[in-house]
């Protein structure tokens, strides 16, 4: 599904704040507009367990969600 909102794809670096359109170019600079819309959420997502795992080692946890310690 493609969203009809899009944002300025250099606006991080030309815009104070992120510049909104619903054209396929930045009304205030001219640059490419890029969908705004995150990426849809997948049950079945294979990299989703590496993820987890590396969150809860950032946050330097032992124990994951289910409180079961984590093989490393």
Same mark, same amino acid.
């Given at each position: 599904?493609?969203?009809?909102?899009r944002?300025?794809?250099?606006?991080?670096?030309?815009?104070?704040r992120?510049? $909104?359109t619903?054209?396929?170019?930045?009304?205030e600079c #001219?640059? @490419? /507009?890029?969908?705004?819309?995150?990426?849809?959420?997948?049950?079945?997502?294979?990299?989703?367990? $590496?993820?987890?795992r590396?969150?809860?080692r950032?946050? #330097?946890? @032992? /124990?994951?969600?289910?409180?079961?310690?984590?093989?490393?």
């Amino acid at each position: 599904m493609k969203s009809d909102i899009r944002v300025c794809s250099a606006w991080e670096t030309a815009h104070e704040r992120p510049v $909104y359109t619903v054209g396929d170019a930045c009304p205030e600079c #001219g640059a @490419d /507009a890029v969908n705004s819309a995150p990426a849809p959420f997948n049950p079945e997502d294979p990299y989703g367990e $590496y993820r987890r795992r590396a969150r809860v080692r950032d946050r #330097g946890d @032992d /124990a994951d969600d289910d409180g079961d310690s984590i093989d490393r």
